[in-house]
């Protein structure tokens, strides 16, 4: 909570209401979050230095849904060398590549060169929704916010 109020400026109040709705929506598709007030908040560049390695192999989304699995309803460490490795095992990918990966720093340029990217074109938060590179969608939003917002797209033409 205090990283979050330290973070955005928001109240425990506000983030409690936040975590409630964004609870609700996961639940409505199926998606159990577990996380409370106290749930820790992990670095998460080894992982994104996973996901920018499975994309080679066709399986970076399954490895994102994966992480979002780990973190979101089994409360995993996600910058925990081990619980990556396993998940990255789960989506099929070599284990012991994964490990070596994460121990010989593989991809961390290629990975901070996307993060320097994004924040140039104004994300500084998760989730962003980017579509066609040029229209963003910030932070937890109801499903009617990406129909607005995409029908306003498909008007622009």
């Known amino acids: 909570a205090e990283h979050v109020a330290e973070k955005y400026g928001a109240t425990p109040e506000q983030s409690a209401k936040n ?36 994309h080679g192999f066709g399986l970076q989304a399954a490895l994102k849904h994966r992480l979002f699995a780990v973190y979101f309803s089994e409360g995993g460490n996600v910058s925990d060398a081990d619980v990556l490795v396993r998940a990255a095992a789960d ?18 340029d290629e990975v901070r060169a996307e993060e320097r990217y994004w924040h140039a074109q104004g994300i ?3 989730p962003a929704i980017v579509i066609n590179d ?15 917002a995409l029908r306003k797209i498909a008007a622009e033409g």
């Open 19 to 54: 975590r409630a709705n964004i609870q609700a929506r996961a639940a409505e598709l199926g998606f159990a979050m577990t996380g409370t007030a106290d749930s820790r908040i992990y670095n998460t560049f080894d992982a994104h230095r996973l996901l920018h390695w499975a």
């Open 91 to 108: 989506v099929g990918l070599d284990a012991d590549a994964a490990r070596a990966l994460l121990a010989d720093g593989r991809y961390a």
């Open 124 to 126: 500084n938060a998760v």
């Open 134 to 148: 040029r229209y963003a969608i910030m932070g937890g939003q109801p499903p009617e916010a990406f129909e607005r």
